[in-house]
């Protein structure tokens, strides 16, 4: 089926959605990283409308600009009382006709709360509406429960003649299991005129979209219904529950897509991955893993257990293990967690570590260099090759101002150290345990900041008497096992981690 271009697509986006109960309008509710709306809008702009018209009332103050963010040339339709939906698309077609100088055409109607609407299925309706010569197309479909939805009536010929909003139908009627999604195909001459005529006597008091069906039936125009077998592209969220049911079924279609494509999910009830992500073939997520907003993760990455990455880039053959990232990049063949946290700005580089317990924050590690336990690197750079201690901390704020540190290139760094920024640490420099770094460290120094240790002899036994520590103390001093020579007083404490060592 070929579909002519439509003249508009009208959504239909100005009701309060009080069964949300939310402060936050229904149609702005996120579904796999989007908006219901986002969703609804892409259906949308599949069947390339000449106009996009969204009807907006209540909460325009947010639904008008999430909207144009997405569609910067739709045309909002200000629905100032909401009198229902037959309302909402007499104010759409009073805002095409300004706009276009023109309602001749095709126009779809849909509302902003099927977000799994997809835009083939769109397509799919206008052709087959086009194709048939009608004046409306209701795209229906039969479900087990049909409670809350309007009733497609039929004659015994099959014909569409009416669509019965549930509150308004007999038992008879409320039998019916076809039901209307609430998207139409319309001709939109017709339309224009349908939409003066319907009346609000039913029990809502409302103007009815769905009444346009008989009013077409009435004059003898074609009326037909397009069925879709897929049912729950039809499905509205009104409530909570019906939007976590909604989001479930759409993350299950967009993990099935996935795994066609070579990426390996190895447990899709615990694997979260919004819409607008991107995954390579022969990727690997492991159970427990959300990846969401606009990730990308390349070819042979394993993400997970356990691990929730927001906006971030993965590079070829990384492994991120129950770790959070937001808007980091992290290099090819590098490795991540467990129990890391990357915020915003953080650059790892290709085959580079940040491993247990380190969060990093606007830093860019280098090619090959490790932050491997239990640091905060945060405003800084670090050069390739490097290896930071472990326990390192970059002091980036003073109380007033945040502050850069710079180490270069295969710089060895003892443990526990603190970089008091702003300072630079040279290519091949090396600091000693428990250094805290206030001034520049030339390339290939090595710099200490800790004293000699000082021992004095025989303090316990002194100081606290009568204690299990003094008498741990004594018993230790006549076995003779205290041979009170201590350690050369050492410039340098020993680092404690073989991946932490210091000079
Ligand atoms: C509507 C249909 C029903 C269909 C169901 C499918 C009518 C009368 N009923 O019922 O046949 O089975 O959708 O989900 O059309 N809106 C406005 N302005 C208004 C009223 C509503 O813009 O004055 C918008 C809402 O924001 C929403 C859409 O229209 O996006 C549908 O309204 P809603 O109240 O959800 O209609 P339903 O009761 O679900
Ligand atoms: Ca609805």
């Not at 018209?53 to 909401?82: F, K, S, Y």
């Not at 991120?320 to 990049?329: C, D, N, Q």
Request: proline share 5%; hydrophobic share 40%; glycine share 12%.
């Amino acid at each position: 089926m070929s579909a002519p271009r439509p003249v508009a697509v009208v959504v239909l986006a100005a009701g309060s959605g009080t069964r949300m109960r939310s402060k936050t309008m229904k149609v702005l509710h996120p579904v796999c990283g989007r908006s219901m709306i986002g969703h609804v809008l892409t259906a949308a702009l599949h069947v390339e409308p000449e106009h996009l018209v969204a009807v907006v009332g209540h909460g325009r103050e947010q639904v008008g600009p999430h909207i144009l963010e997405q569609v910067p040339d739709a045309l909002l339709a200000v629905q100032e009382t909401q009198d229902g939906t037959g309302h909402a698309v007499r104010v759409a077609i009073d805002t095409l006709r300004a706009a276009a100088g023109t309602t001749e055409g095709v126009v779809v109607v849909m509302s902003g709360d099927t977000p799994l609407m997809r835009g083939e299925t769109l397509s799919d309706l206008v052709g087959d509406h086009a194709q048939a010569g009608r004046a409306v197309t209701v795209l229906t479909a039969e479900v087990p429960e049909p409670s809350g939805y309007g009733r497609v009536l039929r004659d015994g010929t099959g014909a569409v003649t009416a669509i019965v909003e549930e509150k308004d139908a007999t038992p008879e009627q409320a039998a019916v299991r076809e039901i209307n999604s609430s998207i139409y195909a319309f001709d939109g001459s017709f339309l224009a005129d349908a939409v003066a005529r319907i009346s609000n006597d039913n029990a809502k008091g409302e103007y009815y979209l769905t009444d346009v069906v008989s009013i077409a039936h009435g004059d003898g125009h074609a009326v037909g219904a397009f069925r879709v077998d897929d049912v729950v592209q039809t499905e509205g969220a009104n409530d909570r529950a019906q939007l976590a049911g909604l989001a479930a079924e759409l993350n299950r279609r967009i993990l099935d897509r996935w795994m066609r494509d070579g990426v390996t999910v190895v447990d899709p009830t615990t694997t979260w991955v919004d819409s607008d992500v991107t995954l390579e073939a022969d990727v690997t997520l492991l159970p427990g893993v959300q990846l969401l907003g606009t990730t990308v993760v390349a070819e042979d990455a394993v993400i997970g257990p356990d691990c929730t990455l927001k906006d971030v880039e993965v590079g070829r053959g990384a492994h991120v293990v129950r770790s959070h990232g937001e808007l980091a990049v992290i290099g090819a063949g590098a490795s991540v967690g467990p129990f890391s946290y990357l915020r915003p700005g953080t650059e790892l580089g290709a085959g580079g570590k940040i491993g247990g317990f380190v969060e990093t924050k606007n830093a860019r590690i280098g090619d090959g260099a490790k932050v491997p336990h239990l640091s905060y690197i945060g405003d800084a750079e670090i050069g390739e090759g490097t290896n930071i201690g472990a326990g390192t901390i970059v002091a980036n704020y003073d109380g007033q101002a945040k502050h850069r540190t710079t180490v270069g290139r295969h710089a060895r760094t003892g443990s526990n150290n603190t970089f008091v920024a702003p300072v630079e640490i040279g290519d091949g420099a090396a600091t000693g345990g428990g250094t805290v770094v206030r001034e520049d460290v030339p390339p290939g120094a090595l710099a200490v900041s800790a004293g000699p240790q000082r021992v004095i002899e025989g303090w316990t036994e002194r100081r606290r008497p009568g204690t299990a520590m003094a008498e741990a103390a004594r018993a230790a001093r006549e076995d003779g096992r205290d041979d009170s020579s201590h350690t050369e007083p050492s410039e340098l404490a020993h680092d404690g981690d073989a991946e932490g060592q210091s000079p």
